[in-house]
């Protein structure tokens, strides 16, 4: 009966669902039953008031009593911090033993949904494991453990419980999932359903991204001051693109970024703030941040084991011949000087073609980039033992079908378990 418990009880209530709320907190039990919220949140007190006059919302400290007369059980204890930033869990480890034990007494199906923020792997490991403790057997026999991250703000809660970016369910299949995805039958939003621990770091990733955007907001504000700009002008600008900025471009994890623009104009950034004595914290960070993708990308590689490297796609990105500042062309540095011997398939880099800036820097980084290019895939194929897939290039065909050996993706391997 927190500030996500009560938002939800009230709500599920006026969607015409029967709904006890449990806490340990007997204060907060007696306001709401008294049709009282016990936390201050706009048009949330109308809403549970007469969710309670209706019959179909009550309070209780009584958790073994809310189990037998429930099919769900929504939990939305606390996870705070603990002192070195961890996830505290005794108060979920309680509560689903709570749940556990008195399903032990009185097995029926039930579905325990974890609405409280969790990071993936808690509930998957330690909570499963309370849970089947003290239901003395394992999960089954219609006992389902998902999860059902909140997006609701503090302040607009009532508002965003109806209006929610999307309903988002954590479970092993869509059947486990349905009976939770039904409760939301009032709520237009789209509904999606995932393993769990997808789920559990879509709410953790959702949160971090919204402090990232201040972040980056305030940083930028505070080099448009320094600069005799106006960064609030500047920002709206920056959100009035929706085509590169506000939108999914570049919000795919997979490689490092580079190019002739990105890392430059970073770089100019973070010099002139150095110069002024700024502090940007972030903006600072993120080329050391790109730069340890490319060191997982090598030790990925190095770990395989295997000296002879295909590699598709060397210029930034597919579509351009331009080199500068391409990781790839960082990656074949690194792995021929550890002995490596590559072979690059990118159609879109002709030795021959490449002029100014672009051959001077392939001069100093690949002098003997020619010698390592093949224009047929069938010649990379002939010579790797291991083909890396560095950009679109690598749509062409179908490399793992191609090649028997390995294959690793720099587009998904960083990123997908
Ligand atoms: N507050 C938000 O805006 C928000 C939004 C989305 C997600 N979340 C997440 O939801 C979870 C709950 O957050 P909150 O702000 O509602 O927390 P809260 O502290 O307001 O509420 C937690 C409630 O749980 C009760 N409780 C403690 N132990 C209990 C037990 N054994 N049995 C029954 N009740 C017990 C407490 O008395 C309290 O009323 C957290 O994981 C949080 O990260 C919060």
């Given at each position: 009966m927190g500030y996500v418990g009560c938002v939800t009880a009230a709500c599920l209530?006026?969607?015409?669902?029967?709904?006890?709320?449990v806490d340990v907190d007997a204060d907060k039990v007696a306001e709401v039953n008294a049709g009282k919220a016990p936390i201050s949140e706009r048009g949330l007190d109308e809403v549970l008031q007469a969710q309670v006059a209706s019959g179909r919302l009550r309070a209780t400290s009584d958790a073994v009593l809310a189990v037998a007369e429930s099919d769900i059980a929504m939990i939305a204890v606390g996870t705070p911090s603990a002192d070195d930033g961890s996830v505290t869990i005794h108060i979920l480890e309680a509560v689903v033993a709570d749940i556990?034990?008195?399903?032990?007494?009185?097995?029926?199906p039930y579905h325990l949904v974890i609405r409280s923020t969790l990071l993936p792997g808690i509930l998957e490991t330690r909570m499963k494991e309370v849970l089947e403790a003290a239901l003395g057997r394992p999960l089954g026999d219609g006992v389902v453990l998902c999860n059902n991250?909140?997006?609701?703000?503090?302040?607009?809660?009532?508002?965003?419980?109806y209006h929610p970016p999307y309903v988002l369910v954590g479970a092993d299949s869509e059947a486990d999932a349905a009976a939770v995805v039904d409760l939301y039958h009032a709520v237009e939003a789209e509904r999606f359903v995932t393993d769990t621990r997808t789920a559990s770091l879509v709410k953790y990733a959702c949160n971090a991204f919204?402090?990232?955007?201040?972040?980056?907001?305030?940083?930028?504000?505070?080099?448009?001051?320094?600069?005799?700009?106006?960064?609030?002008?500047?920002m709206e600008l920056v959100c009035e693109d929706t085509?590169?900025?506000?939108?999914?471009?570049?919000?795919r994890p997979g490689f490092a970024f580079g190019g002739s623009c990105l890392p430059k104009d970073l770089r100019a950034i973070n010099r002139f703030a150095e110069h002024e004595a700024l502090r940007l914290n972030m903006l600072s960070s993120v080329l050391p941040s790109n730069e340890s993708h490319l060191k997982r990308a090598l030790k990925m590689i190095r770990d395989h084991g295997q000296k002879k490297v295909g590699l598709v796609g060397l210029s930034f990105k597919n579509g351009t011949d331009d080199l500068r500042e391409s990781p790839m062309v960082d990656l074949v540095e690194t792995l021929t000087g550890w002995g490596f011997s590559v072979k690059i398939y990118d159609p879109n880099v002709m030795v021959?073609?490449?002029?100014?800036?672009?051959?001077?820097?392939?001069?100093?980084?690949?002098?003997?980039?020619?010698?390592?290019?093949?224009?047929?895939?069938?010649?990379?194929?002939?010579?790797?033992?291991?083909?890396v897939l560095c950009t679109d290039v690598a749509d062409e065909q179908d490399w793992r079908a191609a090649h028997a050996g390995k294959v690793f993706d720099l587009r998904s391997d960083l990123a997908v378990a």
């Open positions: 209530g006026k969607d015409g669902h029967s709904v006890i709320g556990g034990k008195a399903l032990r007494d009185n097995p029926k991250p909140e997006f609701l703000r503090e302040g607009s809660a009532v508002k965003d419980y919204h402090a990232v955007k201040v972040t980056f907001a305030n940083e930028i504000g505070s080099v448009a001051k320094s600069m005799g700009a106006d960064g609030r002008k500047v085509k590169l900025n506000i939108s999914r471009a570049y919000m021959g073609r490449l002029r100014g800036r672009n051959l001077g820097y392939i001069d100093r980084h690949l002098p003997h980039l020619a010698q390592m290019l093949v224009t047929d895939p069938a010649a990379l194929l002939e010579h790797a033992e291991t083909v």
